[in-house]
């Protein structure tokens, strides 16, 4: 008998926004996995302080970059599959002997998360499940009290690495957008906005439901922006 | 002192979906109120059976329209809008005489939810509280063990009341999509996936974290959907 995989999503940074579910099967859980850039805990790992059962094996994955490159960068796409690769075998290695395993991931693990390559290579071979959670941008919008989207509005999640001309054309034809993947991408999401006629609108979101949460107008952002931020545009605000 | 309005994101369905600070704040709440269509016990306050307070007050309100109309029908409009001053003036009046109210929102209450009308009467004038919750949308793909969208994705969720040509040419121009407002509009939305070129990739989720929970292939699928459905199409699935 195998053990069971269980893909658990963190939520977005507070520990109290875990789901029910999610928190009665970490607190269950013999083997519990999760990734981290180079030198540091993790961002699952961090919501996850307090909640480990005692005694627990912890597997730490180190992603093989410490900042994001190119899609297309050939050398990234294959040190990305090897460590992949890697994280499932040992995961793996668990099931097989019987043990349980959880896999943290912040957000919601299908939604653009690391866990969705594990997800693929893990879930054809062992009984799996996966916990939705509460995304980042779900907490990023409730931080800057705006309602995102309404009634028939479209809204559109757009990657900041998309180069200008392509964002601005995106951001003209939606209601509401959420613009991820910010950090060094700012100066030219901020140019998308500005010829799409939408930087007025635009809110910027900084570690939403995290310590150092931070709201202002996208307007008055002028320094670098890390990793954990957004950029909104909520929806036609319908009178109603 | 007027009480706090705390606005909880009740999550898809299952109520272990529910956050452990939305489940914190419900279980103390001494009055709960909750939107409902009429004849029904309401989607919100069925995630919410078992978990109420004993003896809190039940504030039930009830939608004018058995099913949705075109947005702008200007009579269901001022009818929704008379509906949400009614429920806004019954919390006002628990806040005002110092009782502390939870609104019951299923998904995620600032994300096409009726709360978001509420929000907007009462926050500016009573101190008020948003809980984010779990999406229905992550429960369906989360229910079709689909993975939504990967790394540069651009993902567009999309209301199935738009127009066929205008369905068409928005799944055209992304990666990854979410129609809601299904129903009744199934056909239209099988027809516009068809010129997209995507109908072979769409898949039907119905009840998604619900009792019912059912995934197919929307291509198989012909009979009347219910409002609790989706089709997801899942984003460029880029192998690492």
């Not at 290579?121 to 995102?148: D, F, K, N």
């Not at 939606?174 to 030219?188: E, F, Q, S, T, Y």
Request: hydrophobic letters at 50%.
């Amino acid at each position: 008998m195998s053990g069971r995989l269980a893909i658990l999503g963190m939520g977005p940074g507070d520990p109290e926004l875990l789901t029910v579910k999610a928190a009665r099967l970490l607190a269950a859980a013999p083997v519990v996995a999760f990734f981290a850039k180079r030198g540091q805990q993790g961002h699952a790992r961090r919501i996850a302080e307090g909640l480990l059962p005692p005694g627990c094996e912890e597997l730490r994955f180190e992603y093989p970059f410490t900042t994001e490159r190119a899609p297309d960068d050939p050398v990234y796409e294959s040190a990305l599959a090897a460590c992949y690769d890697r994280a499932a075998a040992a995961l793996a290695a668990r099931l097989v002997a019987g043990r349980d395993v959880a896999l943290l991931c912040e957000g919601d693990p299908l939604f653009f998360g690391s866990a969705m390559y594990l997800f693929d290579r893990l879930a054809p071979h062992y009984p799996t499940v996966v916990i939705p959670g509460v995304t980042g941008m779900s907490a990023c919008w409730t931080a800057a009290a705006a309602p995102i989207a309404h009634g028939d509005d479209v809204l559109t999640v757009l990657p900041g690495t998309l180069d200008e001309a392509a964002l601005a054309g995106r951001l003209a034809a939606c209601d509401a957008a959420v613009i991820m993947k910010v950090g060094r991408n700012l100066p030219k999401i901020r140019a998308a906005l500005g010829r799409a006629g939408l930087l007025a609108r635009a809110i910027y979101v900084e570690r939403g439901a995290m310590p150092g949460e931070r709201v202002a107008p996208l307007a008055e952002v002028w320094e670098a922006a890390p990793y954990f931020s957004l950029v909104l545009v909520p929806g036609r605000q319908r009178r109603r």
